[in-house]
Structure formats: C-alpha cells, structure tokens
C-alpha cells in the first residue's frame, strides 16, 4: 500500500461552469487532493530532495483553477490530476475531489472525486 500526502481545502475563486452567469461571475472552487507515494526514503533521510513538494503542487493548481475557465468540475479535476503527476514522477496515484460550496440550493456544495494512476493519465 503506498502512503499518502493530502492537500486540503485549496480554496480559489475562479470562472468554472456552464451556465452563463457562471461564465461571468467567479466562484469558489474547493480541492482536495490526496498523492500517493512511497516515503520510506523521506522518512529515513529527512531530506526535501527524498520527498514530494506539496508547495509546488498546490501553487500549480492553484494557478490552473485561477486561470483555465473549464466548463465542467469533470474536466478541472481532469486537469488537476494532470498537473501533479507532471509535476512530481514519484507520484504513482491521485485521487482529487474539486466542489463548488453553494452551486445548488439546498446543498453545502457538489463536487466531482477521481482516482487516478500515472498510466492511466500519461500512459507511461
């Protein structure tokens, strides 16, 4: 079983929907993102070059979401896991949910959650 390094609660106002108010008006969007990776040889040198740098990750999605506009939280999340597995090769698994708190009356939020491999995404 691999270990994990989690992201949570990446909170960005952003251009994300299809509707046209959405197009227009920025909202929330909320990610949490969990790497999986081995960190035995972080553990046991306690050194940065041994681990993933979540700082990097975060900042690069951040930018993405600020910036990319997509239509669908399917194509976001999509994207996200995209940019972590570019990011770091030591990353072999992502699972990565994107919401929009408040999109839909009645709700706290609704959001998308994808698990994906490095092959799966990059195909190597």
Known sequence: MLDRIHITDLLVHAIIGINPDERVNPQDVLVNAT??????????????????????ITKAMYAHIETARPGLVEKLVADLARICFETDERIEEVEITAEKPGAVTFTRSVGVTIHRTRTEVLGS
């Open 35 to 56: 790497l999986f990776f081995d960190t035995r040889a972080a553990g046991a040198s306690d050194d940065m070059a041994d681990s993933i740098n979540y700082s990097t």
